[in-house]
């Protein structure tokens, strides 16, 4: 009995007052004895199942995929560079009804460059980042190779922060920029000739080191 309540008291010792609290609040639950009338619903027909679907592994090795039949017995599987993936329909959404094949196709190639220094300044550390796209995709219902709605030619960003060691403190500022997006201009007979606007925005941050394990953020 002793060694319960030392064990006991070596859990408990560590925990705060309302964690305590909790553990005898909730060592009897109580039961709600309100017991409410619930109306069934007799059956009222036969039940009819729902139409199976198509199998699409014809085989141990052999699958279908959007109408396209491919034996996956290699390492490859269905990554194999032959097969065509992107999806075509000639919906405007991808509907049941609609005629869905694998035959679409893209291409994608760009650069990526990144900065970094944190050396040359004493106390301040930044880095600048920049990457150009020049990428097409067919697929969905696009009647052509252009350049999707979620890609942008050009992304570049800045990052800098300073420590002020009197103060205890980090500063920081942030640029992000993105060239606009293609879509869709209803207006114009060419397909997807419209760019958004420029993306530009800049932030800053403020962060002070209260202790070794606490720190107040703030940004804007």
């Not at 007799?42 to 014809?58: D, I, T, V, Y």
């Not at 050009?154 to 500063?171: E, G, M, P």
Request: net charge positive.
């Amino acid at each position: 009995m002793i060694s319960k309540v030392i064990r006991f008291w070596e859990t408990v010792r560590h925990l705060k007052a309302a964690q305590v609290f909790g553990r005898f609040r909730f060592l009897r639950p109580s039961i709600n004895t309100i017991v409410t009338d619930c109306n069934i619903r007799q059956p009222s027909g036969q039940w009819n199942a729902p139409p199976k679907r198509q199998a699409f592994m014809l085989a141990p090795s052999r699958f279908k995929f959007l109408g396209v039949v491919h034996d996956i017995g290699s390492s490859d599987g269905w990554n194999n560079p032959e097969y065509d993936k992107l999806w075509l329909y000639d919906t405007e959404f991808g509907r049941p009804s609609g005629n869905f094949t694998n035959r679409g196709y893209g291409s994608a190639k760009g650069i990526d460059l990144f900065w970094k220094d944190s050396h040359n300044i004493k106390n301040l550390q930044y880095w600048l980042s920049y990457s150009y796209l020049d990428t097409e995709r067919k697929y969905q219902d696009y009647p052509e190779a252009v350049m999707p709605s979620f890609a942008t030619n050009h992304n570049a960003s800045l990052v800098t922060k300073y420590w002020i060691n009197d103060l205890r403190s980090q500063v920081g500022m942030t640029y992000s920029f993105a060239s606009g997006r293609p879509y869709d201009n209803p207006n114009s007979i060419e397909f997807m000739n419209g760019r958004s606007k420029n993306y530009n925005n800049v932030s800053f941050n403020w962060s002070y080191l209260i202790s070794q394990q606490k720190i107040l953020f703030i940004s804007l």
